[in-house]
């Protein structure tokens, strides 16, 4: 052999091994337990999670803005101490699908158990310490048949769950159970193209405790359970407990009831307060907006209730009352059922507070076409809506303008819709 061929010989091979040094170097396989403070960097990201990582009590682990974590089928993250996973706006964390063509389901979950670290917050709501998910994506989970079966789950835990997307999973998006001893918060979250198949629904999040869901959107998700069942509801959200649904945008989601909230309260003394949310475009067989059983007293203030429809037979509704929340300061309009409003407390008890909304309509006949009370059947109490707003409320979120169409024309696209009846 020459010098010439074997200099380029040398060259080849030392070509091929800084080939294959950087494709091993390209991600960081990781299983097991995890018993010391572990940091995954953006340095080592991608992570392979080979088979499922259980983080110990009293132990830490932290994920850096920018790790993709990718899990293989069968395998899942438990938390019984801290996980630390704060991402940014521009550098998220993303727990994904390890397959080439991911799809709902693809791996299990992350679980939050009751040992694992709390996050704590100061007197001004700011988040001081604990286990948190911030800036992260969790995707194409569900794939495992556990009980209470979400893309994450929390069993008596309370991480903080701020600025995430959790979409495409073949489960509940966030499921939490036993949380009655301190309150979770979800915050400016996105939960997305969930679908829940286990009773008790809430295709988005569905939660069993006490709970704060804040300025977040919950979007086409889905409860996939087609027979009739107690409780399959909640294509968005399903609130047992305590629940605190506030400023949010639940839209497009579908169940049999309930399409997008189901709330209710199975503890004496609870109940689920729903103000200031767009509750638009649910569907389900009835109540496709909201479905509720949770309490009395309960405050329903300053929601806009808009183009949700009911798909099943005759009579349909809207809005189902179960017990005695303060149904006001409303914009409850153009929905697609026969009644707005289904009051199904027995008479006799007292009346259902439902003053001060806005029905689309003006005169008090019309009105009390949309209601269905005491003055339907005498077995049912009444529901008391007098005064009515005369117009549109603007304390409430504004409605989506409806009738959208597209157009095409010469080296043109024309767009026409039915504005909003707010006045600009």
């Known amino acids: 052999m020459t010098k010439k061929h074997l200099f380029f010989s040398l060259l080849f091979c030392l070509f091929m091994l800084c080939g294959a040094a950087a494709e091993s170097f390209g991600e960081t396989p990781v299983s097991g337990i995890i018993i010391s403070d572990t940091t995954w960097t953006c340095e080592n990201s991608p992570y392979i999670v080979t088979e499922s990582i259980l983080v110990s009590d009293g132990v830490t682990l932290t994920v850096e803005p920018c790790v993709t974590v990718r899990f293989n089928a069968g395998t899942a993250l438990t938390v019984n ?4 996973a704060m991402g940014t706006n521009s550098n998220k964390i993303t727990f994904t699908s390890a397959q080439t063509a991911p799809a709902p389901g693809d791996w299990g979950y992350i679980f939050f158990s009751d040992p694992s670290k709390d996050a704590t917050f100061d007197q001004d709501g700011n988040y001081t310490g604990g286990s948190i998910l911030e800036y992260a994506i969790i995707e194409y989970a569900g794939g495992e048949d556990v009980s209470n079966n979400g893309a994450v789950r929390l069993n008596s835990a309370y991480p903080f769950i701020n600025n ?5 999973n073949y489960a ?15 915050a400016n979250s996105e939960i997305n193209n969930n679908t829940a198949s286990q009773a008790n629904g809430g295709g988005g999040i569905n939660i069993l405790g006490i709970a704060d869901i804040l300025n977040s959107t919950i979007d086409n998700n889905t409860v996939n359970i087609q027979s009739p069942c107690s409780g399959c509801g909640g294509g968005g959200i399903y609130a047992d407990g305590n629940v605190n649904l506030f400023n949010n945008v639940i839209t497009t989601n579908t169940a049999v009831s309930g399409g997008g909230i189901y709330a209710k309260s199975t503890k004496t003394g609870y109940g689920v307060s729903i103000s200031n949310n767009s509750i638009i475009r649910n569907t389900a067989g009835n109540s496709p907006a909201v479905n509720y059983v949770a309490g009395d007293n309960k405050y329903i203030s300053n929601n806009t209730i808009t183009n949700n429809m009911a798909t099943g037979a005759a009579p349909t509704y809207t809005v189902y009352m179960g017990s005695f929340p303060l149904l006001n300061y409303n914009n409850i309009f153009a929905n697609s059922a026969m009644y707005e409003l289904w009051n199904n407390n027995m008479q006799g008890l007292k009346d259902l507070n439902a003053k001060n909304n806005w029905w689309g309509v003006f005169l008090q006949s019309e009105i009390e076409g949309r209601i269905y009370h005491f003055i339907d059947n005498p077995a049912k109490a009444i529901a008391d809506y007098i005064p009515w707003d005369t117009a549109i409320r603007t304390d409430a979120p504004l409605s989506p303008p409806s009738g959208l169409a597209v157009t095409a024309g010469t080296g043109q696209i024309v767009l026409t819709w039915t504005a909003n009846p707010e006045p600009d």
Request: glycine share 12%.
């Open 172 to 186: 509940s998006g966030i499921r939490g159970w036993n949380l009655f001893s301190s309150k979770l918060k979800i």
């Open 81 to 84: 101490g801290t996980l630390i």
């Open 164 to 168: 995430c997307i959790v979409r495409n």
